[in-house]
C-alpha cells in the first residue's frame, strides 16, 4: 500500500489527509485490489475522525467522490465571511443590521494597499445599494455616517498614494482605467477572441450592484472587480485615458473634449496588430442601436468593439431626488433590459465582454461657487480646473473647503480644485448629484467580466 500504491494510512489524521488520498488514487486513476481496499477501510474505520465520512462510496465511486468534493467546496465557500455577507444583502432589509456589524470595526487606514481599498468599496456597494433600494430613511443615514468615516480615510489614502496607482503593471489586474485597454491586449493575443469593452458613463460601484440586480435575464454571470478613475473624474479626462491606454497629458490637445476618443481607440488597436476594419468604436448605445448591432458588427473581421452607454450619465445630470431616487431610476433602466439585450447579442456573436465606467458619482451639497467668470478651463460642480497655480491658490483661499490637486498624469498648464467631502462648487444648500473629485465613490469604479452561466 505505502511503497507500490503511495497510500500511507499512518498520515491519514483527518478528513483533509483523506482527500489528499482519495485525489491521488482517483485522478491517477489507481485500481487497489479488493484486499488492499478492505484493508484501507478497517484502517480508516478505527480513525475517529473518518467514522461520518462515506469511506465505501468515496473510495470505489469516482463520480461519487467528485459530487463529494464539490458538496465540500461549497460548504467551505458558504462559511466564509464574504460569502455569509453577500447572503445577507440578497435578503432583504431584515439583514442589513449584520452589513452595518461588518463596517462597526474599519481596520484599513492611509498605509493600506489598493487592493484592500478595493475590497472596502466592493463591499460599501454592496452595501450601498441594498440601502438606497429599501428607502429606509434609517438606514439611509446611518449608512450615509459610516459612508462619511470610510471616505474620510480614504480622500487621506488617495491623496498620498494615488501617484504610484499608473504605474501598477496592467497584468494580470488593470489598477486604473487607462490600463484596461492594454488588459484587453494581453488578454486578446493569449485567446485570439473577440472583445467587447462596454463603457457605462458615470456609473458608480453601488450602482453597478442595483443594475446587475434589476436585470431580466438569470442566465448571466459576473465577475466583479474595480479600478480607479482618473483624477479629475471628468468624463474627458478618464474616458479618454481609458479609450486612448494614455496618461492625460498624452492627449493634452484634446483634455477638455471627447471628440477624439473613437481615433485614440483606433490607434491603440493598429498599435496592437489589428486593422481598422477590426475595431469598432460606437457610443450613445440605446435600444436602437443595440437592436443595429447584429448589421453593425461584421461576423468574423470585428475583433474589438468598444460601446459607450450613456444613459446613467443622462440620469445623473437630471437628478433632484438624491441616491435613493437614482438608484429607482436605476432599477428602471436595468428592467428595460437595453444592457442585457447588448450583453446578450454580443454573447450571441462570440464575443468576450467586460463592463467598466469612467468615473462614478457622490451626492454632494452646495457651499457657494467662485465668480471667476473666463478664467476657468472646467466649471464643474466637484471640481474646478485653472491654468495657473497663482489663479488656484488665489481660489482656494476663498472656499477653504476646497483643496488643489497635484496635476499628476496631467497636461500643463492644468490645475484641478477639487471640493472635498460631500461639498460641491453650488450655491449654499442646493443638492445635486455629481463627479469630479477623489471620494471613493466617484473614482472606484467596477471592472465586471460578463459570462453565461
Known amino acids: 500500500m505505502k511503497y507500490i500504491f503511495k497510500i500511507d494510512i499512518d498520515i ?9 488520498s482519495l485525489l491521488h488514487i482517483h485522478y491517477n486513476n489507481i485500481e487497489l485490489p479488493l484486499l488492499f481496499i478492505q484493508r484501507l477501510k478497517n484502517n480508516l474505520l478505527e480513525k475517529t475522525v473518518q467514522k461520518k465520512l462515506p469511506i465505501d462510496d468515496l473510495i470505489n465511486n469516482k463520480e461519487r467522490f467528485i459530487e463529494y468534493l464539490v458538496e465540500k467546496h461549497k460548504d467551505i465557500i458558504n462559511s466564509s465571511p464574504e460569502v455569509q455577507l453577500f447572503h445577507a444583502f440578497n435578503k432583504g432589509t431584515e ?17 493600506s494597499n489598493y487592493k484592500e481599498w478595493i475590497n472596502y468599496a466592493l ?5 450601498g445599494s441594498v440601502v438606497y433600494k429599501s428607502g429606509d430613511l434609517e438606514y439611509i443615514n446611518r449608512f450615509e455616517n459610516v459612508y462619511k468615516i470610510l471616505n474620510n480615510l480614504y480622500e487621506t489614502w488617495i491623496i498620498k498614494n494615488y501617484s504610484g496607482l499608473r504605474t501598477i503593471p496592467s497584468v494580470p489586474h488593470p489598477a486604473m482605467v487607462h490600463h484596461v485597454p492594454h488588459y484587453l491586449a494581453s488578454y486578446y493575443r493569449n485567446n485570439l477572441k473577440p472583445i467587447a469593452l462596454i463603457v457605462i458613463d458615470g456609473l458608480a460601484l ?13 442566465n448571466l454571470r459576473f465577475i466583479e472587480n474595480a479600478l480607479f478613475a482618473w483624477i479629475p473624474t471628468l468624463t474627458t479626462v478618464s474616458r479618454q485615458a481609458l479609450f486612448s491606454g494614455k496618461n492625460p497629458y498624452e492627449f493634452e490637445e484634446s483634455i477638455n473634449t471627447t471628440s477624439k476618443e473613437e481615433s485614440y481607440w483606433l490607434l491603440f488597436w493598429e498599435n496592437n496588430g489589428l486593422e481598422k476594419e ?17 448589421k ?7 475583433k474589438i468593439a468598444g460601446l459607450i452607454v450613456n444613459k446613467i450619465d ?11 431616487g437614482f438608484h429607482n431610476q436605476i432599477t428602471i433602466f436595468g428592467k428595460n433590459d437595453i444592457l442585457g439585450n447588448l450583453i446578450d447579442k454580443l454573447l450571441i456573436s462570440g464575443f468576450d465582454i467586460w463592463i467598466t465606467s469612467d468615473h462614478g458619482n457622490t451626492e ?18 466637484r471640481v474646478r480646473v485653472y491654468k495657473s497655480e497663482n489663479l488656484i491658490n488665489t481660489i482656494r483661499d476663498k472656499f477653504h473647503w476646497s483643496d488643489c490637486w497635484k496635476p499628476i498624469g496631467l497636461p500643463k498648464d492644468y490645475y484641478p480644485l477639487i471640493a472635498t467631502e460631500n461639498n460641491a462648487f453650488l450655491p449654499e444648500r442646493v443638492t445635486a448629484v455629481s463627479h469630479g473629485s477623489i471620494s471613493m465613490n466617484e473614482t472606484i469604479v467596477p471592472f465586471i467580466k460578463v459570462l453565461r452561466k
Open 12 to 20: 491519514i489524521n483527518n478528513e483533509i489527509d483523506f482527500i489528499k
Open 314 to 324: 443622462n440620469i445623473m445630470h437630471g437628478m433632484e431626488m438624491g441616491m435613493e
Open 296 to 302: 453593425t458588427i461584421i461576423p468574423h473581421k470585428t
Open 364 to 381: 454632494c451639497s452646495g457651499r457657494g461657487q467662485p465668480k471667476e467668470a473666463s478664467i476657468a478651463k472646467t466649471r464643474g460642480e
Open 206 to 218: 453601488n450602482q453597478w450592484i442595483t443594475l446587475r440586480d434589476s436585470l431580466p435575464d438569470n
Open 95 to 111: 439583514k442589513i443590521e449584520s452589513l452595518f456589524e461588518f463596517f462597526k470595526n474599519i481596520t484599513i487606514n492611509e498605509n
Open 278 to 294: 477590426n475595431v469598432l468604436y460606437l457610443k450613445g448605445m440605446d435600444s436602437k442601436k443595440t437592436q443595429e448591432l447584429e
Open 123 to 127: 463591499k460599501a456597494a454592496y452595501l
